[in-house]
């Protein structure tokens, strides 16, 4: 009898050890972004790992990915704040979904999990209610023919180039494009000589008759005005969202800055290869999700923070020359999930956790308090949605920093997790990711603040793993 259950306790450590060796194996396959593994192995990992398990192991992985390039294909056509590295969503789109599959980020921003999802041949849907957002995710997923891209951008610069030096009409147009408050905005910000050259590519651009060109050529021009430290306005630091007058800067030619943009995102557009598979971006808001119950098998998405990043102080320096009023967008900026617009605010239960903060932030800051709540209320909405269009035993990844307010760690993770356990999902877990500096785009401090909220918090973030059963 004693042989018979060393055998046994040997067979079974046997198998222990070959599933542990086939989760590290999906593990490297999934995180370090090596080429598709064998059919063979692929079925092996979906048949004798479950979902939950793959979840797991995903997230007792490396998930930090210093160092790893993150300009490839069409990820950098333009800056975009808090930006997520491509491999993160890659590693969760390759280990818990197949080809055909359905993916969906109902906050989309900068486009990164839309055009993974294409990337590795998955159909991706991206919703968003941020104007800059809907343009990058229409480009960024959609292959174009360069070649004609770049005969239509030389014929607009050599239009821009013309149409400049009729400075009556230039000057004529910059007076009626844009209502009282708008060109007060725009002469803070814009050089005159600025002004003329951006108006001037904006009236040739307008002209160019195909659609899916004159939208690559608007995101081009967008481009060099939203920058992390060049650009052509009198700002810097737009691409982290943190715009300060620079009165000794001297804005560069916005032709020539159009030009050499030009040059770069065909160079990255040429290198997106979407293996036919189609991507949706849909301008729409996460709480109300314009999608049929259990149409998706995996959402990975990055919410806005519980003090919110700014999105719309900096897009609106580019959306103005689209012909959108200062005003009009101060309007959808109160839209925003983690906006302190706090008129109207819906009240719903919440979890333990989540009302503690509240309630010690209300002895300190009972506006902030109102604002965390009402974050926490428009966040379980969206949770909710996320349940619903989910289909059954599928994930959805939720990538959230902590954020600090009034001196108080609002643990944002550990409440998400909190609320969405309430809508119905299983935490499966949550990891910690360290931040690359150099590759997320985060708001930096500038001066001698020392209790910037967002510096705070930008040295690490959280990957949240939920699975509806």
């Given at each position: 009898?004693?042989?018979?259950?060393?055998?046994?306790?040997?067979?079974?450590?046997?198998?222990?050890?070959?599933?542990?060796?086939?989760?590290?194996?999906?593990?490297?396959?999934?995180?370090?972004?090596?080429?598709?593994?064998?059919?063979?192995?692929?079925?092996?990992?979906?048949?004798?790992?479950?979902?939950?398990?793959?979840?797991?192991?995903?997230?007792?992985?490396?998930?930090?990915?210093?160092?790893?390039?993150?300009?490839?294909?069409?990820?950098?056509?333009?800056?975009?704040?808090?930006?997520?590295?491509?491999?993160?969503?890659?590693?969760?789109?390759?280990?818990?979904?197949?080809?055909?599959?359905?993916?969906?980020?109902?906050?989309?921003?900068?486009?990164?999990?839309?055009?993974?999802?294409?990337?590795?041949?998955?159909?991706?849907?991206?919703?968003?209610?941020?104007?800059?957002?809907?343009?990058?995710?229409?480009?960024?997923?959609?292959?174009?023919?360069?070649?004609?891209?770049?005969?239509?951008?030389?014929?607009?610069?050599?239009?821009?180039?013309?149409?400049?030096?009729?400075?009556?009409?230039?000057?004529?147009?910059?007076?009626?494009?844009?209502?009282?408050?708008?060109?007060?905005?725009v002469d803070y910000w814009f050089a005159p000589s600025t002004q003329r050259e951006?108006?001037?590519?904006?009236?040739?651009?307008?002209?160019?008759?195909?659609?899916?060109?004159?939208?690559?050529?608007?995101?081009?021009?967008?481009?060099?005005?939203?920058?992390?430290?060049?650009?052509?306005?009198?700002?810097?630091?737009?691409?982290?969202?943190?715009?300060?007058?620079?009165?000794?800067?001297?804005?560069?030619?916005?032709?020539?800055?159009?030009?050499?943009?030009?040059?770069?995102?065909?160079?990255?557009?040429?290198?997106?290869?979407?293996?036919?598979?189609?991507?949706?971006?849909?301008?729409?808001?996460?709480?109300?999700?314009?999608?049929?119950?259990?149409?998706?098998?995996?959402?990975?998405?990055?919410?806005?923070?519980?003090?919110?990043?700014?999105?719309?102080?900096?897009?609106?320096?580019?959306?103005v020359w689209f012909g959108k009023s200062v005003n009009e967008l101060s309007k959808?900026?109160?839209?925003?999930?983690?906006?302190?617009?706090?008129?109207?605010?819906?009240?719903?239960?919440?979890?333990?956790?989540?009302?503690?903060?509240?309630?010690?932030?209300?002895?300190?800051?009972?506006?902030?308090?109102?604002?965390?709540?009402?974050?926490?209320?428009?966040?379980?909405?969206?949770?909710?949605?996320?349940?619903?269009?989910?289909?059954?035993?599928?994930?959805?990844?939720?990538?959230?920093?902590?954020?600090?307010?009034r001196g108080i760690d609002v643990q944002t993770h550990y409440c998400l997790a909190?609320?969405?356990?309430?809508?119905?999902?299983?935490?499966?877990?949550?990891?910690?990711?360290?931040?690359?500096?150099?590759?997320?785009?985060?708001?930096?401090?500038?001066?001698?603040?020392?209790?910037?909220?967002?510096?705070?918090?930008?040295?690490?973030?959280?990957?949240?793993?939920?699975?509806?059963?």
């Amino acid at each position: 009898m004693e042989a018979v259950r060393r055998q046994i306790k040997y067979t079974k450590a046997i198998k222990v050890d070959r599933h542990r060796n086939l989760k590290e194996q999906f593990r490297l396959f999934a995180l370090n972004g090596s080429p598709v593994v064998s059919q063979t192995d692929l079925l092996r990992f979906y048949q004798k790992l479950s979902k939950r398990e793959r979840l797991a192991a995903l997230l007792n992985g490396e998930l930090n990915f210093h160092g790893e390039d993150s300009s490839y294909a069409s990820h950098d056509l333009h800056a975009f704040a808090a930006k997520f590295p491509p491999q993160l969503p890659r590693a969760f789109i390759r280990g818990l979904t197949k080809p055909g599959d359905t993916v969906l980020d109902p906050m989309m921003g900068s486009g990164t999990t839309v055009v993974e999802a294409v990337i590795e041949g998955r159909r991706a849907v991206g919703l968003d209610i941020d104007l800059l957002a809907m343009r990058l995710g229409r480009v960024k997923t959609m292959p174009l023919d360069v070649y004609r891209l770049r005969e239509a951008g030389d014929k607009v610069i050599e239009k821009a180039g013309n149409l400049l030096s009729r400075s009556e009409k230039i000057d004529r147009k910059l007076t009626e494009f844009f209502d009282e408050e708008t060109k007060v905005f725009v002469d803070y910000w814009f050089a005159p000589s600025t002004q003329r050259e951006l108006m001037a590519l904006i009236l040739a651009i307008k002209v160019v008759p195909d659609l899916p060109t004159r939208r690559f050529l608007e995101l081009s021009f967008s481009s060099i005005i939203v920058t992390k430290s060049g650009g052509v306005s009198k700002a810097r630091d737009l691409a982290h969202t943190r715009p300060h007058l620079d009165k000794t800067k001297i804005p560069k030619n916005a032709l020539e800055q159009f030009s050499i943009r030009l040059r770069k995102n065909l160079a990255s557009l040429a290198q997106l290869r979407t293996n036919g598979a189609i991507a949706s971006p849909i301008s729409g808001d996460a709480r109300y999700m314009p999608i049929a119950d259990k149409a998706i098998d995996l959402i990975v998405t990055s919410p806005p923070y519980a003090n919110a990043i700014d999105y719309m102080r900096a897009h609106k320096f580019s959306l103005v020359w689209f012909g959108k009023s200062v005003n009009e967008l101060s309007k959808l900026r109160g839209e925003y999930i983690g906006s302190e617009r706090i008129r109207g605010i819906r009240t719903g239960t919440m979890s333990d956790r989540p009302c503690k903060i509240i309630e010690q932030l209300e002895k300190l800051d009972r506006k902030k308090a109102t604002v965390l709540e009402k974050y926490f209320v428009e966040m379980k909405e969206v949770l909710f949605e996320m349940y619903r269009v989910l289909r059954g035993n599928s994930a959805a990844i939720v990538v959230v920093g902590p954020s600090v307010m009034r001196g108080i760690d609002v643990q944002t993770h550990y409440c998400l997790a909190d609320i969405a356990a309430t809508v119905g999902f299983d935490v499966v877990g949550v990891a910690k990711r360290n931040l690359d500096r150099n590759k997320r785009m985060m708001p930096a401090r500038f001066g001698k603040k020392t209790d910037s909220m967002i510096e705070q918090r930008i040295h690490e973030e959280y990957v949240i793993g939920l699975l509806k059963p």
